[in-house]
């Protein structure tokens, strides 16, 4: 609809997307209409047009010459892409009597050699309030780049992942493990399509050590390395998992917390300059990466909130941390999925042992190809089927869970991987979920033996070992599909009868029966156990 809708100023078009930086709201309908709690942001009204400077652009030899016709407007930021992908934030400080001048030259590890590149500029008026379209120019270098569109493209992949945070408060079970699996599938699947040899996958996070350490230095590290080699024909793959938080107004970013950080409160500039990672610092560093094809890929949740919250919360991306991300998507050129809302638990704590995000993405994998004759996974066909996978599998477990995907405009979509040894892809095996156990003596109507407590503690010490664990227990009353014990107990001559239901939900599966000496509760608890399962 977007597309189709425009002011007109005397014969001059202007789109909604020229106005977007400012006036863009994200769930005004749903804010207005009050589903929405999230206050409008309070923005200047639009009462006179002030015009952006118009651009005219030539190319001579490896000189980009710019002239502009200034309006009413003034001159604001005067951003350059080649290929889609900005470059430049700001060359305004360039101008001298409305002309300014760029070398080409120095972006050549940006352009494609021997083929027509896009050069772009964008220009703002004075408030950068209004922004002008894309006025572009063609350009084929006379410079020899030293790689040719003809060189084989390659796959680079970040893959970061962090469970072990500085204390405890913030420690995850599944982070590590997931950013594991998926940097596995990217190699799998990368070295199909592209081959091993132009498959480069790091991997990055809290269990490993030195340099392969999930810290914001090694993570910005890693991706100045990949600037130093990559080439614009490659694709580029970024994908994060750990907490996550929106911070700042009216501009919020979203800042993924890196392994050095004990809070999610990051109000403190310095733990944001050093341990985490902001929309901004991404968009720099990915800027900086020649690749015109990349992805990223965000499954991070926040901290603060008990399992409990799960079946009453949802999962809606605030409108702060869209407008952080599409500002991102605009000047990188970003295929983007976002899988949890930055101010709301994680679903990690599921029977799927890991994020439904990652679940669904690498479930999609084997999904996809298994369509596909020659086995390949199409890009945004990969991200929709866990856009739409994810509602599903949260419903599940009692929860809201909406992904959101984020595309450019100027680029379509392309095959990611390539899946012939779909079992090198292996994916977690849905565990058993309990809850809290009820014994009660019949007698006395209350559990005087602490027989509930103690096979809560059992189940509790298995579900503590994490992603190892069998089953997965939650310290609540109900959770949607888990399973629980229920029934009586009699004491009589030094004996315990244990007379119960072991109950999926409502439904009752089946009798529980155990009798035992009233003194060894350890094996009434074991004998019950073993029942179980």
């Given at each position: 609809?977007?597309?189709?809708?425009?002011?007109?100023?005397?014969?001059?078009?202007?789109?909604?997307?020229?106005?977007?930086?400012?006036?863009?709201?994200?769930?005004?309908?749903?804010?207005?209409?009050?589903?929405?709690?999230?206050?409008?942001?309070?923005?200047?009204?639009?009462?006179?047009?002030?015009?952006?400077?118009?651009?005219?652009?030539?190319?001579?030899?490896?000189?980009?010459?710019?002239?502009?016709?200034?309006?009413?407007?003034?001159?604001?930021?005067?951003?350059?892409?080649?290929?889609?992908?900005?470059?430049?934030?700001?060359?305004?400080?360039?101008?001298?009597?409305?002309?300014?001048?760029?070398?080409?030259?120095?972006?050549?590890?940006?352009?494609?050699?021997?083929?027509?590149?896009?050069?772009?500029?964008?220009?703002?008026?004075?408030?950068?309030?209004?922004?002008?379209?894309?006025?572009?120019?063609?350009?084929?270098?006379?410079?020899?780049?030293?790689?040719?569109?003809?060189?084989?493209?390659?796959?680079?992949?970040?893959?970061?992942?962090?469970?072990?945070?500085?204390?405890?408060?913030?420690?995850?079970?599944?982070?590590?493990?997931?950013?594991?699996?998926?940097?596995?599938?990217?190699?799998?699947?990368?070295?199909?399509?592209?081959?091993?040899?132009?498959?480069?996958?790091?991997?990055?996070?809290?269990?490993?050590?030195?340099?392969?350490?999930?810290?914001?230095?090694?993570?910005?590290?890693?991706?100045?390395?990949?600037?130093?080699?990559?080439?614009?024909?490659?694709?580029?793959?970024?994908?994060?998992?750990?907490?996550?938080?929106?911070?700042?107004?009216?501009?919020?970013?979203?800042?993924?917390?890196?392994?050095?950080?004990?809070?999610?409160?990051?109000?403190?500039p310095e733990i944001r300059e050093k341990f985490t990672i902001s929309t901004e610092d991404l968009t720099d560093w990915i800027?900086?990466?020649?690749?015109?094809?990349?992805?990223?890929?965000?499954?991070?949740?926040?901290?603060?909130?008990?399992?409990?919250?799960?079946?009453?919360?949802?999962?809606?991306?605030?409108?702060?941390?869209?407008?952080?991300?599409?500002?991102?998507?605009?000047?990188?050129?970003?295929?983007?999925?976002?899988?949890?809302?930055?101010?709301?638990?994680?679903?990690?704590?599921?029977?799927?042992?890991?994020?439904?995000?990652?679940?669904?993405?690498?479930?999609?994998?084997?999904?996809?190809?298994?369509?596909?004759?020659?086995?390949?996974?199409?890009?945004?066909?990969?991200?929709?089927?866990?856009?739409?996978?994810?509602?599903?599998?949260?419903?599940?477990?009692?929860?809201?869970?909406?992904?959101?995907?984020?595309?450019?405009?100027?680029?379509?979509?392309?095959?990611?991987?390539?899946?012939?040894?779909?079992?090198?892809?292996?994916?977690?095996?849905?565990?058993?979920?309990?809850?809290?156990?009820?014994?009660?003596?019949?007698?006395?109507?209350?559990?005087?033996?602490?027989?509930?407590?103690?096979?809560?503690?059992?189940?509790?010490?298995?579900?503590?070992?994490?992603?190892?664990?069998?089953?997965?227990?939650?310290?609540?009353?109900?959770?949607?599909?888990?399973?629980?014990?229920?029934?009586?107990?009699?004491?009589?001559?030094?004996?315990?009868?244990?007379?119960?239901?072991?109950?999926?939900?409502?439904?009752?599966?089946?009798?529980?029966?155990?009798?035992?000496?009233?003194?060894?509760?350890?094996?009434?608890?074991?004998?019950?156990?073993?029942?179980?399962?």
């Open positions: 609809i977007e597309e189709h809708l425009y002011f007109t100023y005397g014969l001059e078009i202007i789109e909604l997307a020229q106005m977007k930086e400012r006036y863009s709201e994200p769930g005004l309908l749903q804010k207005t209409l009050g589903f929405n709690e999230e206050s409008i942001r309070d923005v200047d009204k639009f009462e006179s047009v002030q015009l952006y400077p118009k651009a005219n652009l030539e190319i001579n030899n490896d000189e980009l010459n710019i002239a502009l016709d200034v309006r009413n407007g003034g001159i604001g930021k005067i951003a350059m892409y080649i290929n889609n992908k900005e470059l430049v934030e700001d060359l305004s400080q360039l101008v001298i009597d409305d002309k300014l001048t760029v070398d080409l030259s120095a972006y050549k590890s940006h352009l494609v050699s021997g083929e027509d590149n896009e050069i772009s500029l964008i220009t703002s008026n004075q408030g950068n309030s209004l922004v002008s379209p894309k006025y572009t120019a063609n350009y084929i270098p006379n410079f020899k780049i030293g790689l040719s569109s003809l060189d084989r493209p390659s796959l680079h992949a970040i893959v970061v992942g962090t469970s072990n945070y500085r204390g405890e408060d913030l420690d995850l079970n599944y982070a590590d493990k997931d950013a594991e699996d998926m940097a596995n599938a990217l190699l799998v699947g990368g070295s199909e399509l592209f081959d091993e040899e132009y498959t480069h996958v790091h991997l990055l996070n809290s269990e490993l050590t030195d340099d392969k350490e999930s810290t914001k230095e090694n993570i910005k590290n890693t991706f100045i390395e990949i600037a130093k080699s990559a080439k614009p024909e490659d694709v580029i793959v970024i994908y994060l998992s750990g907490h996550g938080v929106a911070y700042g107004d009216p501009n919020t970013q979203f800042y993924y917390l890196t392994k050095d950080v004990s809070t999610g409160d990051v109000s403190d800027k900086a990466i020649p690749a015109q094809k990349q992805v990223l890929i965000l499954d991070a949740c926040s901290s603060g909130q008990a399992v409990e919250d799960l079946l009453a919360m949802g999962k809606n991306i605030s409108s702060g941390q869209i407008k952080a991300f599409d500002r991102m998507k605009d000047r990188t050129g970003l295929f983007i999925i976002t899988g949890s809302a930055a101010d709301k638990k994680s679903y990690e704590a599921s029977q799927y042992g890991q994020s439904l995000l990652t679940y669904s993405l690498l479930s999609g994998l084997h999904v996809i190809s298994g369509k596909h004759e020659l086995k390949m996974v199409d890009l945004l066909t990969w991200l929709n089927y866990s856009k739409e996978n994810v509602p599903v599998l949260a419903k599940s477990i009692g929860g809201i869970q909406e992904p959101v995907v984020s595309t450019p405009r100027t680029l379509g979509s392309f095959d990611i991987a390539q899946i012939t040894k779909a079992d090198e892809i292996p994916l977690a095996q849905v565990k058993p979920v309990f809850v809290r156990s009820t014994l009660l003596d019949l007698d006395e109507q209350d559990d005087v033996l602490g027989l509930s407590a103690s096979i809560d503690t059992h189940f509790r010490s298995i579900s503590s070992k994490g992603r190892r664990a069998r089953l997965i227990f939650f310290d609540v009353r109900e959770f949607p599909s888990a399973y629980s014990i229920k029934g009586f107990y009699t004491r009589e001559d030094g004996n315990v009868t244990i007379d119960a239901t072991l109950r999926q939900g409502k439904e009752k599966l089946g009798k529980l029966n155990v009798t035992a000496a009233e003194s060894d509760i350890e094996s009434i608890i074991d004998q019950l156990i073993d029942q179980v399962e």
